[in-house]
């Protein structure tokens, strides 16, 4: 899969790809993994770790402000195994890289986790292998719940596994926990929507993006509803900061829906196109009405004309003006 950073065309591999990678035998000297979800992340360190003898000698963690070490734990060869792995979590230059990777250890492997690829990185860009641990998409979701309900002995119904996905928002940890605590609750049994419904909490996001569907409907009392269940579980002030956050994004996506927004927003690309039907639901006018409201709410809470830091359910009705 070809992605594009500002300095060069790279290939990236997707998570499901990298098993198959591994199990053919031909490991780059490099891997940097990249992406939102720390489940994948962790599970394709595990991935390399999987054929690596003797791990006591043969696997080696740099600390995150030690990567100097890097290029030294490189060249030192496997103990009784045909690769060793060295990894760490660092977003800046390893010094002796460049130079390392013009004649490599062809017995070491190093994975690089990193947030954000940078100019430190522009010169090894050529010359590594990129993992993408973004989240899966809902297919790939949907098999692995599938298959892991039925290996703790239960099972699934189709629209029960979607919604499980949306309340997870699509990451993996979550998803992983859920199913577990859904296939304890139904062993031997097949999970319904019902069950779900009962036993998952939602997402903070799927919760806001659902309470943005029922102001688009102008639906007061779904919208009190699902207000008052975030509310029980997070500081009042950080949910209303999290709405107005999300309809300004909305905002953007109604006046602005050929620019790179997944960019300029900070999203991915499936979270956008939630948003950009979304926002055609409200149109620009309601929502630029919606938007002022929440400013003159923030500006009013930053200054102390509002005294209650909390934000009363008769204003939020007034501000999504239904």
């Given at each position: 899969?070809?992605?594009?950073?500002?300095?060069?065309?790279i290939?990236?591999m997707?998570?499901?790809?990298?098993?198959?990678?591994?199990s053919a035998?031909?490991?780059?000297s490099?891997?940097?993994?990249m992406?939102?979800?720390?489940?994948?992340?962790?599970?394709?360190?595990k991935?390399?770790?999987?054929?690596?003898?003797?791990?006591?000698?043969?696997?080696?963690?740099?600390?995150?402000?030690?990567?100097?070490?890097?290029?030294?734990?490189?060249?030192?060869?496997?103990?009784?195994?045909?690769?060793?792995?060295?990894?760490?979590?660092?977003?800046?230059?390893?010094?002796?890289?460049?130079?390392?990777l013009?004649?490599?250890?062809k017995?070491?492997?190093?994975?690089?986790?990193?947030?954000k690829?940078?100019?430190?990185h522009?010169?090894?860009?050529?010359?590594?292998?990129?993992?993408?641990?973004?989240?899966?998409?809902?297919?790939?979701?949907?098999?692995?719940i599938?298959?892991?309900?039925v290996?703790?002995?239960s099972n699934?119904?189709?629209?029960?596994?979607?919604?499980?996905?949306?309340?997870?928002?699509?990451?993996?940890?979550?998803?992983?926990?859920?199913t577990?605590?859904?296939?304890?609750?139904g062993?031997?049994?097949?999970?319904t929507?019902?069950?779900?419904?009962?036993?998952?909490?939602?997402?903070?996001?799927?919760?806001?993006?659902?309470?943005?569907?029922?102001?688009?409907?102008?639906d007061?009392?779904t919208?009190?509803?699902?207000?008052?269940?975030?509310?029980?579980?997070?500081?009042p002030?950080?949910?209303?900061?999290a709405?107005y956050?999300?309809?300004?994004?909305?905002?953007?996506?109604?006046?602005?829906?050929?620019?790179?927004?997944?960019?300029?927003?900070?999203?991915?690309?499936?979270?956008?196109?939630?948003?950009?039907?979304?926002?055609?639901?409200?149109?620009?006018?309601?929502?630029?009405?919606?938007?002022?409201?929440?400013?003159?709410?923030?500006?009013?809470?930053?200054?102390?004309?509002?005294?209650?830091?909390?934000?009363?359910?008769?204003?939020l009705?007034?501000i999504?003006?239904?």
């Open positions: 899969m070809p992605f594009f950073c500002k300095y060069i065309k290939e990236v997707k998570f499901d790809e990298l098993k198959t990678h591994i035998g031909k490991l780059a490099v891997y940097i993994l992406g939102d979800d720390d489940y994948l992340i962790d599970a394709a360190k991935l390399f770790l999987a054929n690596v003898e003797n791990k006591e000698f043969n696997y080696t963690v740099i600390p995150s402000d030690k990567p100097e070490s890097v290029v030294d734990a490189l060249n030192v060869y496997p103990f009784m195994s045909d690769y060793s792995v060295v990894e760490i979590d660092c977003d800046k230059e390893i010094p002796g890289l460049k130079k390392y013009e004649n490599p250890n017995a070491s492997v190093l994975i690089l986790t990193v947030t690829l940078d100019k430190c522009k010169e090894i860009l050529s010359q590594v292998e990129f993992v993408d641990c973004n989240r899966l998409g809902e297919s790939a979701l949907l098999r692995w599938r298959a892991k309900m290996s703790l002995g699934i119904e189709d629209e029960a596994a979607v919604l499980l996905v949306s309340y997870c928002n699509r990451m993996m940890s979550k998803i992983s926990r859920e577990e605590k859904l296939a304890a609750y062993f031997g049994k097949t999970i929507v019902r069950d779900v419904e009962a036993l998952v909490t939602p997402d903070t996001d799927f919760k806001i993006f659902q309470l943005g569907e029922a102001a688009a409907k102008r007061g009392n919208a009190l509803k699902i207000y008052r269940e975030l509310a029980s579980f997070e500081d002030t950080l949910i209303f900061g709405i956050s999300h309809f300004r994004k909305l905002l953007y996506c109604a006046l602005s829906p050929n620019e790179d927004l997944c960019s300029l927003l900070g999203i991915k690309e499936f979270v956008l196109k939630k948003m950009m039907f979304q926002s055609k639901a409200f149109g620009a006018v309601r929502l630029k009405n919606i938007v002022d409201g929440f400013h003159d709410l923030d500006f009013g809470m930053k200054n102390g004309t509002f005294a209650d830091k909390t934000v009363s359910e008769g204003y009705l007034k999504l003006n239904i």
